[in-house]
Structures are given as structure tokens and as C-alpha cells.
């Protein structure tokens, strides 16, 4: 049954996406973070659901010629270069084979997110794929919150097999990192009636990232966890929530996970913690041997030999900075971190752009979670190889988009300094989007039943 159901999901949406590319972006992202082909048993776990939602999705832009103009503001500069470099140190790589099939995986990835820079075009289009973000990854951190309560945290969460989030670790980093947005949708997109619901939902995924057992998780929810009541302007509410899931955790939670997170202050005698740390010093070593890096799936046994402290302690690098310094060199891990850099600070850029304009204010509160979920990212991912984790590159895709429409409509200033006149709604495509305009109105009014304000 789980087949037929995500079978007849996935070529019900295609008639939509002929006539609308734009949904072709949020069917392939609800493939690629949810994988819910991954959940069933039979035929679909094969079938190349996201090739034939991604070819229909170029069909129908060809269909409707579609402008296939990419924005080019200086993440998406930044990010090009890298998937430049990238080729690069694949051409160069000390693993052929292994490396181009990393490439072509990643550059897949990569491609589609520069599709939807072409067509997430508008804000109601902005709000749909910030909701399949959020639902696809929260509906795991809802499943894993109350698994985690009901068997008292004896066990540790997992993702579905064969994804990126197959792991506890994966799981609950990505977990962390949808808990903001779940947050910035409870507060902004939610009827009056339904936003408990969604604050406990909220409330379920910080447990069920904890209930992952990850450390790197643990340690990430609580750097997040300060950023989050930081930056936010409704600080008693996140206290709360914050107080509520800390409760919960401290009565469910075994002796055990307590010694597993515990392990971090004494990391010297973990031999995971060791051999992680061997990886690093190989990685670092690969670097400076080679400019270009070993590139993709690098860190095998020959190099180990090579390159490690101890030649015998083979590990997975475990760290997206080490993963993007051993396997693209330095020049990898500049671009690598200077994206991440300039997304934060154009983000920052949208909050001061919609300061003082009521019906923006949550365009001001979602920059904002997407702050704090990338510190979330780059918190946990510090003891994670997900450098390629495209929930990463999908909070680069939110951030040049509301640059974009800020842009276009005369809020944020011309990469020349020049401002320019706010289009006209037509022009905008508002007509053609979705949600209709009583879905718009619900966020301006969610932002002021709320009272929040530029965070």
C-alpha cells in the first residue's frame, strides 16, 4: 500500500507541474529531505521518482518559457565557484571511480537548487517550500519525539535507510535544524486554532532530536538554543518551549544517555572521539599536501597510511569542515565557509531591509530562523560529514530569494547602490501562485495577533 499511496503522490503532482514548474521544486524537495519511497517495501524503493519529477519540471519550463535567469547575488557566485572547484578536485581526485560518483550525486543536488532560484519567484511560492522543509523533515522529529517518550529514550531514534539522514547522527542534526522553522511557521502561518498544535509539534522535535542520542546533536540544540532566545523578540515564549522540552527530556531520558553525553568532557578516553580527531589530522595533512585535496570519498584506508597520525585507526572524517578541507583542499574550505558567512549577513540584510513594515515582519522572523537554524547546521555539523547536506544549500536558496523579491520591489538596495520601483502585483505572478491571497493575508495578520516585530 505505502508504494501505490507515494506512487500515485508522485504522478498525481506531475499534470501540476506541466502546468506550473514551480511545483515541480517543492515535489522534488519533499522527495529529497522526506524520501518517502525509503518508508515502503516494494517496487517504489527503486524507481527513480526525482529524475522523472526533475525532467518533467525542465519540460514544463520549456513549456511555459520560463525566464531562465539566475539570480546572481554573491552567494550564488560564492556557491557556483564551489561547484567549479568541486569539478576541479574531482578531475584531480586521488580516487577516480569513487569521486565522480560523489560528483554526480552532489551536482544533481546542486543543479535543481539553482532551478529554484529561477522559479521560486514570489512569496507565497517562498512560504510553500519553506512548509515542505518543515513538514518533511518534522514529521521524523514528530515520529522520533514521541518514540523517544513512550520507550523513555531506551532507544535511539533513526532516519529511513538509504538517505542522507539515514543515521541517529543525520537524523539529528537535521531534526535541529527544522525546529526554527517549525518555530517561525507556528508563530507566522498558523490559524489561531491550530498554533498549540504546532508549538507542540515544535516541542516534540527538540525531543526527538535529543532522542537521537547524537551528541553532535545535543551540543548543537544547545548553542541553537541560546541564539534562538537571543535573537528572538517573543523571549518568554521560547523560554518556555525551551523549559517544557528540557523537562520532558530530564524525566525520560536513562542513566545511560546521560554517561553517552557526559563522554564528551572526557573525549580523550572515547576512541570514536579519537579516531575522529585521527581523520581531522588527515584531512589536514591531505591539504597540505595537494591544493585540490584528495577530493570526494577520500578518506580510504591507502591514505590513512599516508597521511595519518596513527595509520591504523581508519574513521569516517565525521566533520563538515574537515570533510570540505580534506577532500577539496583549502581553497574548498574557504569557499565552503565564506557561503555560509554571507548567507548570515544577508540575512541580517532582510531584517533591516522590512524593518518598521507590518505586513513584513515575518519575512524579518524567517531570515532570523534561518540564522538560527545554520547555526544549528554548523554547530552539529562540526562532528558530522554532511557538507553536502542539501538542507544547507535550501537556507542559501531562502535567503537569495527574499533578496531577490526585496530587490525587485525596491526594498533592498542594487548591488549598484540604486534602488528600483516596487513592480506591479501582475508582475509579481502573485495571480498564479499559492496559497490564494487569504492564505497571504493570514501571515500579516499571524505577525500581528502575535505582536512580533524584526527580531
Do not use: C
Not at 250 to 273: C, L, V
Not at 301 to 329: C, K, M, R, T, W
Request: charged share 15%; net charge positive.
Amino acid at each position: 500500500m505505502r508504494d501505490i499511496a507515494v506512487t500515485l503522490a508522485v504522478f498525481g503532482s506531475l499534470p501540476f507541474i506541466l502546468k506550473r514548474p514551480w511545483i515541480g521544486i517543492l515535489v522534488w524537495t519533499w522527495l529529497g529531505f522526506m524520501n518517502p519511497h525509503r518508508m515502503a517495501w516494494g517496487f517504489s524503493t527503486t524507481m527513480p521518482f526525482a529524475y522523472i519529477v526533475a525532467l518533467t519540471t525542465f519540460t514544463s519550463m520549456i513549456m511555459h518559457r520560463v525566464p531562465k535567469r539566475i539570480p546572481w547575488e554573491r552567494e550564488t557566485v560564492v556557491l557556483a565557484l564551489f561547484i567549479g572547484w568541486m569539478l576541479i578536485t574531482t578531475i584531480n581526485a586521488l580516487f577516480p571511480a569513487y569521486a565522480w560518483e560523489q560528483f554526480e550525486k552532489i551536482i544533481k543536488i546542486q543543479v535543481m537548487i539553482f532551478v529554484a532560484m529561477m522559479l521560486i519567484t514570489t512569496e507565497d511560492r517562498l512560504k510553500w517550500l519553506v512548509w515542505v522543509i518543515a513538514i518533511s523533515i518534522g514529521v521524523y522529529g514528530l515520529k522520533g519525539g514521541i518514540f523517544t517518550i513512550i520507550h523513555g529514550g531506551a532507544f535511539r531514534v533513526q532516519g529511513p535507510p538509504g538517505t542522507f539522514i539515514e543515521g541517529n547522527n543525520e537524523l539529528g542534526l537535521a531534526v535541529a535544524m527544522t525546529v526554527p522553522l517549525l518555530y517561525f511557521l507556528a508563530r507566522n502561518a498558523t490559524p489561531l486554532s491550530l498554533r498549540p498544535a504546532v508549538y507542540a509539534i515544535t516541542v516534540l522535535n527538540a525531543i526527538g532530536a535529543i532522542g537521537t542520542q547524537s551528541r553532535g546533536a545535543m551540543v548543537g540544540m544547545a548553542i541553537m538554543g541560546l541564539v534562538f532566545w537571543f535573537k528572538s523578540r517573543q523571549k518568554f515564549m521560547v523560554a518556555i518551549l525551551g523549559a517544557l522540552s528540557i523537562l520532558v527530556i530530564a524525566q525520560i531520558m536513562p542513566e545511560e544517555w546521560y554517561d553517552r553525553m557526559n563522554s564528551i568532557k572526557t573525549y580523550q578516553d572515547d576512541g570514536s572521539a579519537q579516531g575522529r580527531i585521527n581523520a581531522w589530522w588527515t584531512a589536514f595533512n591531505v591539504a597540505k599536501a595537494r591544493i585540490t585535496g584528495g577530493g570526494f570519498e577520500t578518506f580510504q584506508p591507502v591514505v590513512f597510511q599516508f597521511y595519518a597520525p596513527n595509520p591504523n585507526d581508519v574513521h569516517d572524517v565525521h566533520s563538515i569542515y574537515f570533510e570540505a578541507l580534506g577532500e577539496h583542499g583549502f581553497p574548498g574550505l574557504f569557499l565552503f565557509l565564506l557561503l555560509a558567512l554571507l548567507t548570515w549577513r544577508s540575512a541580517s540584510s532582510v531584517r533591516k531591509a522590512v524593518k518598521g513594515i507590518p505586513e513584513r515582519l515575518w519575512w524579518a522572523e524567517l531570515a532570523t530562523m534561518v540564522q538560527v537554524s545554520l547555526v544549528a547546521y554548523l554547530v552539529a555539523g562540526a562532528f558530522l560529514g554532511m557538507a553536502y547536506f542539501d538542507y544547507y544549500y535550501n537556507l542559501v536558496l531562502i535567503v537569495v530569494v527574499m533578496k531577490v523579491i526585496l530587490r525587485r520591489e525596491g526594498l533592498l538596495r542594487n548591488r549598484g547602490g540604486v534602488t528600483v520601483a516596487p513592480p506591479s502585483s501582475k508582475a509579481l505572478g502573485t495571480s498564479a501562485s499559492l496559497p490564494p491571497s487569504s492564505a497571504r493575508g493570514q501571515f500579516a495578520k499571524g505577525a500581528e495577533i502575535s505582536g512580533s516585530g524584526a527580531p
